[in-house]
């Protein structure tokens, strides 16, 4: 009798430490999910916020958000995605597309492109990539400033046989060794020019122009 009460009570408190562990498991895990997800959307809102810095704007850009659909061939989605509206009182002056490089070197290229309502360049980001250290990876930030070269560009500066790497008659300077990786982000950069020039009526409200004529 006193070996079944004493297996009794030491089963009873394995079962105690069983669930205050399950507890305290459960209450890490909600605890670092919620840090983890508020430090994905803080780096999230720097990254917009290098494209279109507070002053551009007065609304909260990661919170202003639009439905992209994977059938939009020139982003090239493969699923559905979100961008960004860039709002100035009750005026949309700026958009921020998700891309997508499909042609980089060594797999997919993500990227973010800003694009104001004059149609200009305001910025461009890569999110994700798995280029080559030392040669792709140029399009990083933190190596390199070569995504800058974007800014203030258009449709139509450089003009369309421009739109490529110098090292093709273009106006965009390509990495040593490494072409292939400037080449795809170029190209993308330039859809995405062309997607918020056809599609103006619904990202900003003004109509917009037919393919042909965003593609100058």
Known sequence: MNTALAMSRSAALLGL?????AAVIAWTWITTEADIERAIREAEARQLLEIFPPESHD?????DRLSL?????LLELRKAR?????????KV?????PA???????????????????????????????ETPGLGDGIDMRKSQWMLSFDGRSLTAPKKSEWSVKKEGGYFDQFTGATVTPRAVVAAVRRTLEYQAIHRAELFGTAGVSPEEANP
């Open 17 to 21: 430490f069983a669930a205050l562990a």
């Open 59 to 63: 609304n909260s850009l990661i919170d």
């Open 69 to 73: 659909q994977p059938d939009t061939p």
């Open 82 to 90: 979100e961008g960004y509206t860039v709002r100035r009182g009750e």
């Open 93 to 97: 002056v700026g958009v921020i597309l």
């Open 100 to 130: 997508t490089a499909r042609d980089g070197y060594s797999g997919d290229i993500e990227l973010l492109v800003g694009v104001t309502l004059e149609g200009v360049v305001a910025g461009a980001r890569v999110v994700s990539h798995r």
